[in-house]
């Protein structure tokens, strides 16, 4: 079975300031792990995508986040945010060879403070 | 390239209709995935059709249901629709297993 959890429904930043989303996932084997972001009314857009190779992985619009396996996390980190970052944040995983079913963590709204 | 594309945007229905959205996948594509998003459940795998096949089924009822056509677009129904069936549902393209995803903007569905 497979599971992802996200600490933290909100999230406020000052802009410029670090942004942490921390998502843990479980899954019996070796999982493949997604973040997307969520504009109000759209669809999700994939921010980052980890399928066993480099486990830090850079994705569009300065984001990464790094696997770890010993502590079955995948946080998504910005060194510096931005006012359009403020969205909703979704971590996904799934399996290899079942297919594209995702399971996804319950979102992480993200607030940037001016 | 065009995205992936559902049709309608917004829809509403009353208790007891039936109701079919539409997705049509990016070109090239042939895995097509439905996920419902609600405020209070998140986000939650429907179906996923593969080469006009269901290749795997989320926990739903048996109200809802899908197909994929030849040209991989594909519609879901939604029949006996409940209140609780408003939500926002997504559809999801990708051109093989487990690669990333595309996702289209959604169908908002209200059941009044």
């Known amino acids: 079975a497979q599971s992802v959890t996200q600490l933290g429904s909100h999230v406020s930043v000052s802009e410029g300031a670090l942004v942490l989303l921390r998502c843990n996932y479980s899954?019996?084997?070796?999982?493949?792990l997604f973040w997307y972001v969520q504009y109000p009314n759209q669809g999700l857009q994939l921010l980052l995508k980890y399928t066993s190779a480099a486990t830090l992985v850079k994705g569009i619009n300065g984001f990464e986040a790094e696997f770890k396996k010993s502590e079955t996390s995948f946080h998504l980190t910005k060194p510096s945010a931005h006012m359009s970052d403020a969205a909703e944040y979704f971590c996904a995983v799934s399996q290899k060879n079942t297919g594209n079913q995702f399971y996804f963590g319950t979102g992480t709204s993200l607030t940037v403070i001016p | 390239k065009a995205g992936v594309t559902q049709t309608p945007r917004y829809l509403i229905k009353t208790r007891g209709q039936q109701v079919t959205l539409s997705c049509s996948p990016i070109?090239?594509?042939?895995?097509v995935s439905w996920y419902q998003q609600t405020p209070g459940q998140g986000l939650q795998f429907l179906f996923e059709y593969f080469s006009e096949t269901q290749r795997n089924k989320g926990n739903f009822p048996g109200r809802f249901s899908g197909r994929q056509f030849s040209n991989s677009r594909s519609e879901m129904n939604v029949s006996t629709l409940e209140l609780g069936d408003s939500a926002l549902y997504l559809c999801?393209?990708?051109?093989?297993?487990?690669?990333?995803?595309?996702f289209g903007q959604g169908t908002r569905l209200t059941v009044v």
């Open positions: 999801a393209s990708s051109f093989a297993g487990n690669t990333e995803a595309f």
């Open positions: 070109s090239g594509h042939r895995s």
């Open positions: 899954s019996s084997v070796p999982p493949y």
